[in-house]
């Protein structure tokens, strides 16, 4: 009796240890937790919350085809806020490169002298801006699209090896999107700006790829029919 009194004893002293010893790594566990919400509760009011504000400065401030300081100053503040978040970027390249093509009118080789300078600085700043963002979303497919149609405006702009580099960038947008159609087409105009024998005949390899693809497709599928 009195060796199995001990025994329960030891045993209920085991686990009051055992139950003792848990505690504090729970506690600890939570203090870790606790601080790392908190930590990420300041990040967000100093840095995020700031980011936001200023880029919904710079949507109210941008006009969709002229440039203005005040809206390119407050797209880089929000840049500058949040190092994390790839939108501020990507919004500021599109921006820019809308301004771009208005300043160049879509034409090449009719835009001014002065013209053609602006479009290249503007595009200069665009394309800096989509590479940061797709430095911090590295598979967002929008992106690459993006950056290829930046590549393929400085190609209009008279920027030499820009062709090339926006074929580039369309591949990566094709990696990330193999199933869409229009993918196949975009990469098809980036190797006819191209220009060469190779890129002309993948061009026309691309384009019937996409048809094939689009065929394929249920009629009621509406949304991502290639004619969209």
């Not at 490169?97 to 300043?103: D, E, G, I, K, S």
């Not at 960038?169 to 024998?197: I, N």
Request: charged share 25%; hydrophobic share 45%.
């Amino acid at each position: 009796m009195a060796m199995a009194a001990r025994s329960r004893g030891g045993a209920d002293g085991r686990g009051e240890s055992a139950r003792g010893s848990a505690q504090p790594r729970w506690r600890w566990i939570l203090r870790a937790v606790s601080a790392i919400a908190l930590v990420f509760a300041s990040w967000a009011m100093v840095a995020v919350m700031p980011a936001e504000e200023a880029l919904a400065e710079a949507y109210r401030l941008s006009e969709p085809t002229r440039f203005s300081q005040p809206a390119q100053d407050k797209y880089l503040e929000a840049r500058r806020l949040d190092t994390l978040s790839p939108t501020a970027s990507a919004e500021h390249a599109r921006w820019l490169m809308h301004v771009a093509a208005n300043t160049l009118d879509g034409f090449p080789g009719e835009a001014s002298a002065v013209s053609l300078s602006s479009a290249q600085r503007y595009l200069e700043v665009s394309l800096a801006a989509i590479d940061e963002a797709i430095d911090r979303a590295p598979v967002n497919h929008i992106f690459w699209q993006r950056k290829s149609q930046i590549h393929l405006l400085r190609h209009l702009a008279s920027i030499r090896g820009e062709a090339q580099l926006a074929v580039e960038a369309r591949r990566e947008t094709l990696k990330l999107y193999p199933s869409r159609p229009r993918t196949h087409v975009d990469l098809a105009d980036c190797l006819v700006q191209v220009g060469t024998c190779d890129a002309l005949i993948e061009a026309q390899q691309q384009l019937q790829q996409a048809l094939d693809m689009d065929s394929k497709r249920p009629e009621g599928e509406i949304i991502r029919r290639f004619n969209d």
